[in-house]
């Protein structure tokens, strides 16, 4: 007999890409995408456009109807988790908005009053850019030192404060700079005043792709988006050679995508919490299952039902057996296992139109759809199987009375009691008043 061969089986190592690889391609695609944002508003640059104020203004006041709208998402978020970082943004999107709904009516005057006198941003767009792209850096240091607002009322009216101050002083030093800071013609950034804030805005994005480790919201993915577009906004703003050029128009609807981007973030995120609120209004937190209020609301919906087809359905009523004697030898965190490990059975082994409820601390609820006696005793036998097969210990076992509407009940309260009383012969002990209304 020839012998057996040994075949050595050796374990090939997946690559993966380390932090310092993923920073790196990351810093690589904002290289990237900088410099083709640069290529186009230097490209832009050369066309022989005549500015249009009105387009201008149209995006103007857009981008403020967005940005006031993202603070007022900022604020509720804010008032219902005092995260400071809401508050920042709350403040500096309402100030922003302001000034971007106030400047598309000015931006028609433009023109007109000071065409070609001087190359100087308009002040509400410098004000705004600086001001937003330091409250996104200040936002991150705050929330990483101080996070949790103490006391909110009283914090929203210093950092309203704040922004007020900090703004008038940004328009101060915009008027008093000289222009030889803030001009350069027919240079490489004719505007080099706009570098400033990408810089800032730049710093904003490598901080909230940073913190997508420790949350990863929609709202903060978008954040890190809306940051970088901000970043190329501020560069294409950078190769405006005149008011409302190509480049600055270009920029303008950079700073309108950011926006919306954040906005869609925002809107996406308050859907995910509204759709967690809901399934907590309507299931128990410790199995997950539904809860009394949602029991109620699918019997009365299947009476309906039952009542117009004709058809039956089966309500049956489990009581776990022990769980005090479960409490008492083992404590609460093995009792509360031995609940979560029933209502896994009933989840595992009931229909998709079933509805598996938690009744009491020990007593659950399982509505049947369509469901008669014979097809009920079944679905009995399956769980008491699975439970006997269970090999976790402490073992766990349970009682159940079943009712069945219409004949054993015409109403909640009616078939609770009736399924309560077959409890009650099968365990021995001594009936219960069950009344759904009182629950």
């Known amino acids: 007999m020839a012998e057996p061969r040994i075949v050595r089986v050796e374990q090939v190592e997946i690559p993966t890409l380390s932090a ?7 810093l690589w695609w904002c290289l990237a995408a900088a410099g083709i944002v640069l290529a186009a508003a230097w490209w832009l640059r050369g066309l022989p456009t005549m500015p249009d104020p009105l387009l201008y203004a149209q995006v103007q006041f857009a981008s403020g109807i967005l940005a006031i709208t993202i603070a007022g998402n900022a604020l509720v978020k804010f008032r219902g988790t005092s995260d400071r970082l809401a508050l920042i943004l709350t403040c500096g999107f309402v100030f922003v908005g302001i000034t971007l709904t106030s400047s598309s009516v000015v931006s028609l005057r433009l023109l007109e009053a000071d065409q070609d006198a001087s190359l100087r941003d308009p ?10 792209a330091v409250l996104l850096v200040a936002a ?21 404060g704040v922004v007020l101050l900090s703004s008038s002083l940004l328009a101060t030093a915009h008027w ?24 800032l805005f730049l710093i904003a994005t490598a901080g909230y792709h940073e913190r997508l480790k420790r949350t990863a919201t929609p709202f903060d993915r978008s954040l890190v988006f809306a940051t970088a577009l901000n ?8 190769q405006s050679e005149r008011r409302l050029d190509a480049p600055f128009v270009f920029a303008g609807i950079l700073q309108f995508a950011s926006y919306a981007v954040l906005l869609g973030g925002a809107l996406f995120d308050n859907a995910q919490l509204l759709e967690r609120v809901r399934e907590m209004a309507a299931s128990d937190p410790l199995t997950g299952l539904a809860n009394f209020r949602r029991l109620v609301d699918v019997v009365d919906a299947e009476i309906q039902r039952s009542s ?29 296992r031995a609940i979560c490990r029933f209502a896994n059975v009933l989840r595992v082994h009931s229909r998709a139109i079933d509805t598996c409820a938690r009744y009491g601390g ?17 679905v009995i036998r399956r769980i008491n199987d699975r439970m006997a097969h269970d090999t976790e210990k402490p073992p766990v076992s349970a009682g159940v009375g079943m009712a069945i509407f219409p004949q054993d009940g015409e109403t909640i309260d009616e078939l609770l009691a009736f399924a309560d009383q077959g409890l009650y012969r099968v365990k021995g002990s001594k009936p219960r008043r069950v009344a759904a209304t009182k629950r």
């Open 140 to 160: 991150l240091a705050v929330e990483w030192h101080i996070p949790t607002a103490r006391h909110p009322g009283w914090e929203i009216a210093v950092a309203l």
């Open 362 to 378: 020990d007593e659950f609820v399982l509505i049947l759809p369509e469901t008669g006696p014979e097809a009920a005793q079944e």
């Open 176 to 199: 008093t700079l000289p222009a030889d800071l803030l001009i350069a013609p027919n240079g490489v950034f004719p505007r080099p005043g706009n570098l400033v804030p990408a810089v």
């Open 20 to 26: 310092a690889m993923k920073r790196q391609r990351a």
């Open 308 to 336: 117009r087809s004709g058809r039956s359905f089966a309500v049956l009523l489990f009581d776990l057996n022990g769980l005090k004697q479960i409490n008492d030898k083992f404590g609460h965190l093995v009792g509360s």
């Open 123 to 132: 002040m509400t767009w410098v004000v705004g850019r600086t001001l937003l």
């Open 231 to 238: 970043f190329a906004c501020c560069l294409a703003a950078s």
